[in-house]
């Protein structure tokens, strides 16, 4: 079983569709419902961070709760792959408890969907480098924000010569 949860689309189109984008996380949850609501919470996050980072794509998300026979696994992701690339919604990329190989893996029967592999979604560009450059596009703007309402005593709305601590990464 997996969770597709797709939060918003902002008129970009990829291979003739419109798109979302987000992280596949596999990670054991109590029960199912717990699961659905973790693909909705952080599909409507993904929608913040592009919209932060500057990126035309809506956010998504897919959940994978984990089983134990790392056969079935395999199958799932490979199922999970070829859902995604029939329903042409979201390009996916590595997120909590998904490797590369798991990207591989997907890769092998979804050619349009799956990011950070050679040849697939976005260029084959690792999707750690996307993660890095939406936490650095967020900072900048709260940074910005912060100055322009006074929140802090800052002389500039400019990262240099700040110190910022992030949780939850």
């Known amino acids: 079983t997996a969770y597709i949860a ?3 689309y902002f008129g970009k189109k990829i291979n003739g569709q419109y798109q979302a984008a987000g992280g596949t996380r596999r990670k054991q949850y109590e029960n199912a419902q717990d699961a659905m609501i973790d693909a909705l919470r952080l599909s409507e996050a993904m929608s913040y961070k592009n919209i932060l980072a500057g990126v035309p794509l809506g956010g998504a998300k897919v959940v994978v709760p984990l ?3 790392l056969k079935k696994e395999k199958k799932v992701l490979k199922s999970l792959a070829l859902a995604l690339e029939e329903l042409r919604v979201m390009i996916t990329a ?3 408890g998904t490797s590369l190989e798991d ?3 997907m890769a092998e029967v979804s050619p349009h969907a799956i990011c950070g592999t050679p040849g697939k979604a976005l260029g084959g560009v690792p999707p750690a480098e996307h993660t890095a ?3 650095f596009e967020g900072m900048k703007e709260t940074v910005k924000f912060a ?3 006074k929140l802090f005593n800052f002389d500039s ?3 240099k010569g700040k110190t910022i601590a992030m ?3």
């Open 167 to 169: 949780q939850g990464m």
């Open 6 to 8: 797709v939060h918003a």
């Open 133 to 135: 450059r939406g936490i």
């Open 157 to 159: 709305p400019e990262l």
């Open 147 to 149: 100055y322009e309402k």
């Open 67 to 69: 089983a134990y026979d």
């Open 103 to 105: 990207l591989y893996c």
């Open 94 to 96: 590595q997120d909590v």
